[in-house]
């Protein structure tokens, strides 16, 4: 089976042209975080923008959420799975079995 490669997801806490951040940084998925409910303009754009449609469902392209929806839980972004399409993290190499045991914070040259 090919993995897929790895694709970007970019997230937005200031208000400006998201649409042309996603572009600029060739993220699939794109998510401006607001304080306020999004404006008529900015709901067209978003939806305008189309949607990424990877292997496990279809997810909009730009989403808009307010930080009072996800804190309260009303709102969540939109993305594949984690469990999914967990290859696009780099895991940590296991440590060696036969590697010498780390000194302890609290231990002192002084004894």
């Known amino acids: ?29 794109g998510a401006l975080i607001t304080l306020r409910d ?9 939806a305008d923008a189309g949607f990424y449609q990877p292997p496990w469902g279809q997810h909009p392209h730009m989403q808009l959420l307010t930080v009072e929806g996800l804190l309260n839980g009303t709102e969540r972004l939109s993305c594949p799975p984690l469990r999914q399409v967990d290859a696009t993290f780099k895991r940590a ?3 060696s079995q036969n590697a ?12």
Do not use: N
Request: charged share 35%; glycine share 4%; aromatic share 2%.
């Open 93 to 95: 190499p296991r440590a």
């Open 38 to 46: 999004p404006t008529q303009p900015m709901r067209k754009e978003a």
């Open 1 to 29: 089976m090919v993995k897929p490669k790895p694709k970007a997801l970019l997230l937005q806490l200031k208000a400006g042209d998201v649409h042309g951040v996603l572009d600029r940084e060739k993220a699939e998925i």
């Open 100 to 111: 010498p045991d780390a000194a302890s914070l609290f231990d002192s040259d002084d004894e």
